[in-house]
C-alpha cells in the first residue's frame, strides 16, 4: 500500500472505532464507562501527559469495553433489517465473533518502534518545558551528536523520550559550587558528561565557575534560550586538562 492509502484506512479505522465508543452510550454500562473513566482520562491525558504515547495505555481496557458494548449495539441494529435471519435465544455467540474480529484488528495495526518515539518526541517537545530548548536537545539526538550525558538542572530532560536517557540531574539552584567542581574534575578522567545546562538564576558562584571555564577554553556556550536556559558544551580537547 501506498503511504496515502495507509493513512485512508488509518483514518477510516480509527473512525469506525470511534463510532462504535459513541453507540455505547446508548447502553447504560456504555454510559458509565465514557462518562466516568474514558472522557476525563482522555482529556486528562490530552491535557497534561499527551508528550508519551504510554500514559494512554490504562485507557484502553475501558476503550475497548466501550466499544464492544458499540458493536452488539451497531449489531442488533444491522441484523433487524436483515429479513428471515432469526436471532439466537441467546448473544454468545455475537460475542465472540465481535471479540475475534476487534482482536484481529488491534492485531492488523503496527506501529514501527520508531514511528512512536518520534511521535513521542514530537508531543513532548511543544509540551513539555522549553520547547526551544528541546528542539535543541532533539536536534543533537536525530543528528547522533549526542555522545555523553547531560549535566542538567533542566528537570524536565528526563522525561523527553529518547533524550531521557542522557540526563544527569544536578539541582543548580540547591548544590553549592563544590559539588559542581567535584563532579566536573572527576568527568575529566572518566569522559562522562557532554553537556552542561543550568538556568540563569543558578547561583552567581555558578555561573563565575562556568564562565571561567569559558574562558579557559574548556566550555562553550552551544545554546540560550529566551527562557533562561544555557546549554553548555564541554570541549574535547579539554576534558583531560
Given at each position: 500500500?501506498?503511504?496515502?492509502k495507509?493513512?485512508?484506512?488509518?483514518?477510516?479505522?480509527?473512525?469506525?472505532?470511534?463510532?462504535?465508543?459513541?453507540?455505547?452510550?446508548?447502553?447504560?454500562?456504555?454510559?458509565?464507562?465514557?462518562?466516568?473513566v474514558?472522557?476525563?482520562?482522555?482529556?486528562?491525558?490530552?491535557?497534561?501527559?499527551?508528550?508519551d504515547?504510554r500514559n494512554?495505555?490504562?485507557?484502553?481496557?475501558?476503550?475497548?469495553?466501550?466499544?464492544?458494548?458499540?458493536?452488539v449495539?451497531?449489531?442488533?441494529y444491522?441484523?433487524?433489517?436483515?429479513?428471515g435471519?432469526h436471532?439466537?435465544?441467546?448473544?454468545?455467540?455475537?460475542?465472540i465473533l465481535?471479540?475475534?474480529?476487534?482482536?484481529?484488528?488491534?492485531?492488523?495495526?503496527?506501529?514501527?518502534r520508531r514511528?512512536?518515539?518520534?511521535?513521542?518526541?514530537e508531543?513532548?517537545?511543544l509540551?513539555?518545558?522549553d520547547?526551544t530548548?528541546n528542539?535543541?536537545?532533539?536536534?543533537?539526538?536525530?543528528?547522533k551528536?549526542l555522545k555523553?550525558?547531560?549535566?542538567?538542572?533542566?528537570?524536565?530532560?528526563?522525561?523527553?523520550?529518547?533524550v531521557k536517557?542522557?540526563y544527569?540531574?544536578?539541582h543548580?539552584?540547591?548544590?553549592?559550587?563544590?559539588?559542581l567542581q567535584?563532579?566536573?574534575?572527576?568527568?575529566r578522567?572518566?569522559?562522562e558528561?557532554?553537556?552542561?545546562?543550568?538556568?540563569?538564576?543558578?547561583?552567581?558562584?555558578?555561573?563565575?565557575?562556568?564562565s571561567k571555564?569559558?574562558?579557559?577554553?574548556?566550555?562553550?556556550?552551544?545554546?540560550?534560550?529566551?527562557?533562561g536556559?544555557?546549554?553548555e558544551?564541554?570541549?574535547?580537547?579539554?576534558k583531560?586538562?
Amino acid at each position: 500500500f501506498s503511504d496515502h492509502k495507509k493513512m485512508v484506512i488509518q483514518y477510516s479505522v480509527s473512525a469506525f472505532f470511534l463510532l462504535l465508543a459513541l453507540l455505547s452510550v446508548i447502553a447504560f454500562y456504555g454510559r458509565m464507562a465514557m462518562i466516568l473513566v474514558v472522557i476525563p482520562y482522555y482529556l486528562l491525558w490530552a491535557f497534561f501527559f499527551s508528550y508519551d504515547l504510554r500514559n494512554v495505555t490504562l485507557l484502553l481496557p475501558f476503550l475497548g469495553l466501550s466499544m464492544a458494548i458499540g458493536a452488539v449495539i451497531l449489531l442488533k441494529y444491522i441484523l433487524r433489517w436483515i429479513p428471515g435471519l432469526h436471532l439466537p435465544k441467546t448473544n454468545i455467540w455475537y460475542g465472540i465473533l465481535l471479540m475475534v474480529a476487534l482482536i484481529l484488528a488491534v492485531i492488523s495495526v503496527k506501529y514501527d518502534r520508531r514511528y512512536l518515539l518520534q511521535k513521542e518526541a514530537e508531543q513532548a517537545r511543544l509540551l513539555v518545558g522549553d520547547s526551544t530548548l528541546n528542539t535543541k536537545l532533539y536536534n543533537l539526538y536525530y543528528s547522533k551528536q549526542l555522545k555523553g550525558k547531560i549535566l542538567s538542572g533542566y528537570e524536565f530532560l528526563k522525561y523527553l523520550p529518547g533524550v531521557k536517557q542522557y540526563y544527569l540531574g544536578l539541582h543548580f539552584d540547591k548544590e553549592n559550587l563544590d559539588s559542581l567542581q567535584s563532579i566536573y574534575q572527576k568527568n575529566r578522567t572518566d569522559h562522562e558528561i557532554e553537556y552542561i545546562i543550568f538556568n540563569e538564576n543558578a547561583p552567581s558562584e555558578i555561573q563565575d565557575f562556568i564562565s571561567k571555564k569559558e574562558k579557559e577554553g574548556e566550555l562553550k556556550l552551544y545554546f540560550r534560550s529566551d527562557a533562561g536556559w544555557h546549554m553548555e558544551k564541554i570541549l574535547e580537547g579539554n576534558k583531560t586538562k
